[in-house]
């Protein structure tokens, strides 16, 4: 088979999905419709043009205002039942989905439409495609840590149906510092722990080596700036880390994809994973950045296949039901 057909076919887990990020513009039209809001734009082709993004601001000015639509919990399930029947088509078995109660919440819909809707999907998923689905908690960085902290309090009533808490929107003069108390909070809750580290400029190291050593994740999503500090990698690879990359979106938000960093880390026997980010603005589901990253980095199955086996390695599942993938 050809590596595109192997690539789809490949079992594998997704670990870096925001379920936001999966709004594809078509379900946007129908949601609007469902709840009575006009929209700007008239046709997908509008809604597409303005994808033009050239940096991570750029992208999140988009991204926020198109929620607007969401706002019952059936409106969650059925962002997130499309999502999982795409991810099932890419091969996808098991899948951590990022989601952002603040960017709901902070509009006046509530915490319970926001997680009932998507624990639905997720149950379903496992009933009716045979994928297990779990939630992960993102915080946004660019509100306060006392939002955040009212976040995880108004989250312990739903903690069976949440595995892992995380920290994404914008990075720049939001480091993962800001939030030691929350996550030390959170891992006291039996949470497992996860933050985006990705920011482009000097001094981004500083991020990762807070996360690693202040905070104490048990992933990273991104990360990948970690090669330029050699000792970082050696503790990554030593306690077994994973680090949550994704090719389409770095190829978007960052300059590049950061092929040369990820196959770098791949080769240096770091738990690097391949993942969508946001598939419904970035081009692609998760096999297509799989394929993406392949044909940069004249990568082979045996690569894509080592790829998948990381992706088990570094998800939350437990030991016994990793097992039954790898
Ligand atoms: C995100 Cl690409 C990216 N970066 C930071 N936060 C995000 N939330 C959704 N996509
Ligand atoms: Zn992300």
């Not at 607007?68 to 969650?76: G, H, I, R, S």
């Not at 709901?104 to 994928?131: C, I, K, M, W």
């Not at 800001?178 to 985006?196: D, L, P, Q």
């Not at 738990?271 to 692609?284: E, K, L, Q």
Request: proline share 4%.
């Amino acid at each position: 088979v050809d590596l595109t057909t192997f690539a789809y076919g490949l079992p594998k887990a997704e670990l870096h999905l925001h379920l936001e990020g999966t709004l594809e513009p078509e379900l946007r039209f129908a949601l609007a419709a469902r709840n009575g809001i006009e929209l700007a734009e008239k046709t997908v082709e509008e809604i597409t043009a303005t994808y033009d993004f050239t940096d991570l601001t750029s992208f999140l000015a988009v991204y926020y205002p198109a929620m607007n639509v969401l706002q019952t919990a059936e409106d969650f399930h059925d962002l997130a039942w499309a999502y999982l029947e795409r991810a099932r088509e890419n091969g996808v078995v098991h899948v951590e989905m990022f989601f952002d109660p603040q960017a709901h919440t902070s509009r006046g819909v509530p915490f319970a439409n926001v997680v009932t809707g998507y624990r639905r999907a997720a149950v379903r998923a496992q009933d009716e495609l045979g994928v297990s689905a779990e939630l992960i908690l993102c915080f946004l960085r660019d509100f306060s840590a006392e939002h955040a902290m009212s976040t995880l309090m108004e989250a312990l009533p739903y903690r069976a149906w949440i595995t892992g808490i995380g920290l994404d929107s914008d990075e720049r003069d939001n480091p993962p510092a800001k939030f030691a108390a929350v996550f030390a909070r959170a891992k006291a809750e039996g949470f497992f722990t996860t933050m985006h580290c990705d920011i482009d400029q000097k001094g981004s190291i500083e991020h990762i080596r807070q996360v690693l050593e202040e905070i104490g994740v048990d992933r990273v999503d991104h990360g990948t700036n970690i090669v330029e500090d050699p000792a970082l990698v050696a503790a990554a690879k030593e306690r077994g880390l994973g680090f949550t990359t994704c090719p389409l979106s770095n190829s978007f938000v960052s300059e590049e994809m950061k092929s040369d960093e990820i196959v770098r880390l791949l080769r240096a026997g770091v738990r690097v994973t391949i993942n969508s980010d946001d598939p419904a603005y970035f081009g692609g589901y998760v096999a297509d950045n799989y394929v993406a990253l392949a044909e940069r980095a004249g990568l082979d199955a045996g690569d894509l296949a080592r790829l998948a086996v990381n992706s088990f390695e570094a998800s939350w599942l437990t030991p016994a039901r990793r097992a039954a993938y790898i």
